[in-house]
């Protein structure tokens, strides 16, 4: 445990905010996309048996559910306490030490601690089609429900990888039946599970929300991905770009009872929202701008649901802006650079695995309220930041706009 003077001290001189450490995560399946301005020699920093690293986290006081050689902080988001050495201490320590003096009375009473987090999701094939646990299944294992918004940031997506449409859900006519008859031959042949889904083509500056309970198999854009403090998945598609993945991945998170069982493995979907009619109009997400002047843009590109909400924050070449928030949030630079606050602030290029960054934040609530100096330093290029909220945002759209 970090000493609390050191978080108290870097909370001060960072007037509330915390400059964090890029956390990048490996994952032993599918092929990295190379998009996260990691160096190319660094993408098996962890070790060939870890897989190549596919994402990168923010604001996490969580760890990845990644097997047995994944170390106990994996996915942890680290404090950096100075540019000038190597000392760090976690976002987790520093809200268990700070409390609602960091996130707020609100979640701190509600959730004792930061109750979501966000990811660069990069993959250069799609993922499989697979399913968050809902609350209700998760706890039967001790775990929390994970509900999910993405959002494509044109900043980050130069190309698209090898397949440029998400499948959600199923399609409105499926029996489950079918859907059952595909998991029980799981380990006897390719699942074709995606045959009875639907697929929607990515179109940048957009984004979707998927509940917990859906299913959903994304494409292979860089995506970003505020969502709820929960890793936890149920695979139903066995064969991808050629790619076997085990019956394992998908009974992980089943009771030990259950996992032969295929209607409580079927139970894990929340059938009606996969089968939605209308499942753009429900779930789609095109930005919803939130105040606009010559100075700068925000815009909603998570919202309308009851667990996180995300904005992009675009300030133009040259502009000096104060920007105010009700809530703590976390945020990364993804174009531009300038100052944030006390901080020097650069959206990075190349990193090198371990090494400290200018370019991810957690603005305390009390910083948010009373408002982040943004300087934009460039004549040319804008500052664009993404920003991620918990629950507690008032000001997040409720309804999504008429499509």
């Given at each position: 445990m970090a000493e609390k003077d050191l978080i108290r001290k870097t909370f001060e001189e960072g007037k509330g905010v915390f400059r964090l450490m890029p956390t990048f995560v490996p994952r032993r399946f599918g092929k990295a996309g190379h998009r996260l301005k990691l160096h190319p020699d660094d993408y098996y920093a962890l070790g060939i048996e870890r897989g190549a690293i596919k994402e990168r986290w923010f604001s996490s006081t969580i760890t990845a559910n990644n097997g047995p050689l994944a170390a106990p902080d994996e996915g942890m988001s680290y404090v950096a306490v100075s540019p000038d050495s190597d000392e760090k201490f976690t976002l987790k320590e520093a809200v268990d030490t700070l409390g609602a003096e960091l996130i707020g009375q609100e979640l701190w009473e509600k959730y004792g601690g930061w109750p979501m987090y966000s990811k660069f999701f990069d993959f250069e094939n799609p993922l499989f089609h697979h399913v968050h646990l809902t609350f209700e299944a998760a706890a039967r294992v001790g775990k929390l429900g994970k509900p999910e918004s993405y959002y494509f940031p044109r900043q980050l997506n130069n190309y698209s990888g090898e397949n440029n449409a998400t499948y959600f859900g199923f399609d409105p006519d499926t029996d489950p039946e079918d859907v059952k008859e595909r998991l029980r031959h799981y380990n006897e042949a390719d699942t074709r599970i995606t045959e009875l889904s639907r697929a929607y083509r990515v179109e940048l500056g957009t984004g979707w929300y998927t509940p917990a309970g859906v299913i959903h198999?994304?494409?292979?854009?860089?995506?970003?991905?505020?969502?709820?403090?929960?890793?936890?998945?149920?695979?139903?598609?066995?064969?991808?770009?050629?790619?076997?993945?085990?019956?394992?991945?998908?009974?992980?998170?089943?009771?030990?009872?259950?996992?032969?069982?295929?209607?409580?493995?079927?139970?894990?979907?929340?059938?009606?929202?996969?089968?939605?009619?209308?499942?753009?109009?429900?779930?789609?997400?095109?930005?919803?701008?939130?105040?606009?002047?010559?100075?700068?843009?925000?815009?909603?590109?998570?919202?309308?649901?009851?667990?996180?909400?995300?904005?992009?924050?675009?300030?133009?070449?040259?502009?000096?802006?104060?920007?105010?928030?009700?809530?703590?949030?976390?945020?990364?630079?993804?174009?531009?650079?300038?100052?944030?606050?006390?901080?020097?602030?650069?959206?990075?290029?190349?990193?090198?695995?371990?090494?400290?960054?200018?370019?991810?934040?957690?603005?305390?609530?009390?910083?948010?309220?009373?408002?982040?100096?943004?300087?934009?330093?460039?004549?040319?290029?804008p500052i664009v930041i993404l920003k991620h909220f918990g629950p507690n945002n008032p000001d997040c759209p409720k309804t999504v706009p008429e499509q």
């Open positions: 198999a994304p494409a292979s854009y860089l995506t970003y991905e505020p969502q709820w403090n929960s890793d936890v998945n149920s695979v139903e598609e066995n064969v991808v770009s050629g790619e076997i993945y085990p019956r394992d991945m998908l009974v992980e998170e089943c009771p030990e009872d259950k996992k032969d069982d295929i209607d409580y493995i079927f139970g894990l979907l929340d059938w009606e929202k996969n089968i939605d009619p209308h499942y753009k109009k429900t779930y789609f997400r095109p930005p919803v701008v939130h105040r606009e002047t010559e100075q700068y843009v925000e815009k909603w590109v998570s919202y309308a649901n009851e667990y996180i909400c995300a904005k992009e924050l675009t300030v133009y070449p040259g502009q000096t802006v104060t920007i105010k928030d009700p809530a703590a949030y976390g945020c990364i630079f993804v174009q531009g650079h300038g100052k944030f606050g006390v901080f020097d602030a650069e959206t990075s290029v190349m990193l090198r695995f371990g090494q400290q960054s200018a370019d991810e934040y957690f603005v305390s609530e009390q910083a948010a309220k009373a408002g982040i100096v943004i300087e934009n330093q460039s004549k040319y290029e």
